[in-house]
């Protein structure tokens, strides 16, 4: 008998899934024969070989679901934003979703017109988010502190709320929900003196035991000075379900970036214009009716996160991510653990989404993470530009 529930065991590896519940039942069922110990031990081996292969089964299937889903809701997003005028490639489309779920700070930065506050605005619209989702806020060159974006308080005693403030409070009702805090021409101003609590703020992202991702709270006691009303807003913290996009002009009018900056975020250069018309014989499509914020969110935070499987899978960008920072190191340009996890984070959902070729990928962070920083008119940046293109063409 117990030779024979050992055969049974075997075969129902190979078993469909119904059939497998089936045997589930029949085990719990031979378990009322005997309280013989062996005779036991056999069949709740059994039963746990066979539960997790439904386990396997299910969650094999819900991943394939998943990325069928994203491959479908990104071209149902390309071409609603083609019928509504506006020409962005494929490839620019998977690249600021996959951005935005890398990390909730993007960066689109290029000459005037291309699109860069349009791009957020129609993808919103796209996957169904209200007007009132999206917030857009443009950059006054007089800011130098948070106030005009955060809040202050008034000689009244009463915090005054501002934007950025309202967007969470906003985005905190529904956190099913994605929303957009768009702050348009945001180098109109010196970024590190307005945004720096924000900067840091999004550094401290961390999964709670509910694996709700929250971060340290966003006004310190010392900005709400004993308002009458801090209880309103002394818990204020970045949800996850709230994107930061800002869009960048690159002229003589406005500020570069400092390295602070371009570590915390996907930095896209929009500066491709295709001005043939439009084929507007297309199906039409509607807005997406089951976009929730879970198609968007990260789903890893820190690189402790990472499982052995998804170690593997990166080992050949993180070879190439070390010779490019061993380049960097001879101006003093490298990067460090942030910049790393992130490239990989981008990469590794790139690959299991099935949405571009890794060396794609690994393209776009290179332009987007890496390339930003070197500037300058050393000879060290000259042998940094140099040494980098040789190794990236093979040459």
């Not at 990166?314 to 960097?328: D, G, T, Y």
Request: include cysteine; charged fraction near 25%; glycine fraction near 2%.
């Amino acid at each position: 008998s117990i030779k024979t529930n050992q055969a049974k065991c075997i075969y129902a590896n190979d078993l469909h899934i119904a059939d497998k519940k089936n045997v589930l039942l029949k085990i719990n069922q031979l378990k009322t024969l005997s309280n013989k110990e062996s005779f036991t031990k056999i069949l709740d081996t059994c039963k746990s070989n066979i539960e997790r292969k439904i386990t396997e089964f299910i969650d094999s299937n819900q991943t394939s679901n998943t990325f069928l889903n994203v491959k479908a809701n990104l071209e149902h997003i390309e071409t609603y934003i083609e019928q509504k005028g506006f020409n962005f490639k494929k490839s620019e489309i998977i690249n600021f979703y996959l951005s935005l779920k890398t990390k909730p700070f993007v960066i689109l930065a290029g000459i005037s017109g291309t699109g860069k506050t349009q791009l957020p605005r129609l993808f919103a619209e796209a996957i169904g988010m209200r007007k009132d989702q999206v917030i857009q806020v443009p950059v006054r060159p007089d800011w130098t502190d948070a106030s005009d974006l955060i809040g202050y308080t008034s000689l009244k005693g009463s915090f005054i709320s501002k934007p950025l403030t309202e967007a969470i409070i906003k985005a905190k009702e529904n956190i099913t929900k994605p929303h957009f805090f768009i702050l348009d021409e945001m180098n109109l101003a010196r970024v590190e003196h307005y945004f720096a609590d924000f900067l840091s703020i999004i550094e401290t992202r961390s999964r709670t035991k509910t694996s709700e991702v929250k971060t340290d709270f966003l006004l310190l006691k010392n900005q709400l000075k004993e308002a009458n009303n801090a209880n309103l807003y002394d818990a204020i913290y970045w949800p996850e379900n709230l994107y930061l996009i800002g869009t960048v002009n690159m002229d003589e009018t406005t500020y570069p970036f400092s390295r602070k900056v371009l570590d915390r975020a996907n930095s896209i250069e929009m500066n491709t214009v295709e001005l043939d018309w439009i084929d507007t014989q297309k199906q039409k499509v509607e807005k997406l009716t089951d976009f929730t914020n879970a198609n968007l969110k990260s789903e890893y935070i820190a690189s402790i996160e990472l499982t052995e499987t998804d170690k593997e899978q990166v080992e050949e960008p993180l070879e190439m991510l070390k010779k490019i920072n061993k380049i960097l190191k001879i101006a003093n340009l490298h990067f460090a653990y942030r910049v790393r996890d992130e490239i990989i984070f981008y990469v590794l959902y790139a690959k299991k989404e099935q949405l571009l070729t890794q060396e794609k990928s690994i393209d776009f962070q290179i332009m987007q993470k890496i390339l930003p920083r070197v500037h300058g008119s050393s000879n060290r940046t000259q042998k940094v530009i140099i040494s980098l293109f040789n190794l990236l063409t093979n040459e």
